[in-house]
């Protein structure tokens, strides 16, 4: 139980961490190549915040959990547009890119209405309405790189080789251990190496900020690199832990799927957005939920389709779906306040989600 305890620790450290190196990062990149920050937020921190969907999703698919695949994703997506974005408008105040109310935000809704349409043909995505998924995805990013210069950002070449430095190594080992952990042969236990793994993260990322992440190639690109490293290992660890409490507690694992999951898995959103809003970039943090939806619902979805066939239960159709598409399109509201989120405005966003939540709960205990 203890043990457990210092993961969330260690989890919220490095989600802080972890958020505050990438918002560095990204943004010191878009300057660097002339591309927006709207854009880095819609593409490279929103692909980055959503690895801990497509990890679960890919395998809970590849492991014959068709319906954890699914639900992740139609989970995430609500938390993400309430709580990732309306959390930072409670506490600072927002002012949503009138671009994104208008563009993006409907290619979100629209990603909602494909995933629905191409499940509803088989009662499910199979290999081929994956394919179609993750070639809309691709469509829908290269038209963003194409438009997404910045008039006002220096144009600048990039090299044709990131020097050779210990940070380019770190990354390259974080990125491995995420991806296949560390060997059980190493004596340490999962949620120990996990601690390793995040300490050793943060000290890097801090030299790495100390050494000019705002002005070197190689150390804006760690800084993102490292910056959604731990993201990703600070959700994990998160989820780790509070799992452990919870089931120890007698909560069952049902309810624990439906709550601690579904947020540990968007965390590194809320994380992002909340740092994004702190630190007057707004672009960022709009731009990080709507893109991550729209990654989730193509990237995500479609890529684990493609791995393996993933059949859609009724209540997907039914309730799901449907609520996930209306949340999509709730932004559009957004355009008669010039894109103005009010303190008020963003803690109604909370409570409906919070809302939303009891109710997926209380049906799943039977209406207790």
Same mark, same amino acid.
């Given at each position: ?9 260690? *989890? ?51 492991? +014959? ?9 139609? /989970? ?8 990732? @974005? ?18 993006? @935000? ?35 990013? @290269?038209?963003?790189?194409?438009? *997404? ?20 190594? @770190? ?12 060997? %059980? ?26 050494? /000019?992440?705002? %002005? ?8 993102? /690199? ?23 507690? +007698? ?5 624990? *799927? ?22 007057? %970039? ?19 979805? *479609? ?22 598409? +209306? ?39 039977? /209406?207790?």
């Amino acid at each position: 139980m203890l043990l457990s305890f210092a993961l969330i620790v260690l *989890g919220l450290a490095a989600l802080a961490q972890g958020g505050d190196s990438l918002i560095d990062g990204a943004t010191g990149l878009a300057r660097r190549v002339g591309v927006s920050p709207l854009v880095i937020g819609l593409t490279v921190v929103a692909f980055g915040t959503s690895a801990p969907e497509l990890a679960v999703s890919v395998l809970a698919a590849l492991n +014959g959990a068709p319906a954890l695949a699914v639900g992740n994703v139609l /989970g995430s997506n609500p938390f993400n547009l309430l709580v990732a @974005v309306g959390l930072p408008a409670a506490i600072y105040g927002l002012t949503a890119p009138k671009l994104t109310l208008r563009r993006d @935000v409907p290619v979100g809704a629209l990603a909602t209405a494909l995933v629905w349409g191409l499940a509803s043909t088989g009662d499910g995505l199979g290999r081929l309405e994956g394919a179609l998924l993750v070639l809309a995805l691709v469509v829908w990013v @290269v038209f963003l790189l194409r438009g *997404g210069r910045s008039g006002s950002a220096a144009e600048e070449e990039l090299p044709d080789q990131l020097s050779e430095s210990w940070g380019a190594v @770190v990354m390259i080992l974080i990125t491995a251990n995420l991806a296949i952990g560390l060997p %059980q042969s190493s004596g340490a236990p999962g949620p120990l190496n996990h601690g390793l793994t995040m300490g050793a993260a943060t000290l890097c990322v801090l030299n790495a900020r100390r050494a /000019g992440a705002g %002005q070197r190639l190689d150390a804006q690109l760690l800084a993102v /690199g490292l910056g959604l490293a731990l993201l990703i290992l600070g959700s994990k660890a998160l989820v780790s832990g509070a799992s452990t409490i919870a089931l120890g507690l +007698g909560i069952s694992e049902a309810v624990v *799927g439906l709550t601690v999951v579904a947020v540990g898995t968007s965390a590194p959103e809320l994380t992002a957005g909340l740092l994004s809003a702190r630190r007057g %970039q707004a672009e960022l943090a709009f731009g990080n939920a709507v893109g991550s939806n729209i990654f989730n619902l193509l990237g995500v979805l *479609g890529l684990a389709a493609v791995l393996h066939p993933i059949p859609f239960e009724t209540r997907f159709f039914t309730v799901d779906l449907p609520l996930n598409l +209306g949340v999509a399109l709730l932004p559009l509201v957004f355009l008669a306040t010039g894109g103005r989120l009010s303190r008020p405005v963003g803690a109604l966003m909370v409570l409906a989600w919070a809302g939303w939540t009891a109710w997926l709960v209380a049906e799943e205990l039977g /209406g207790a």
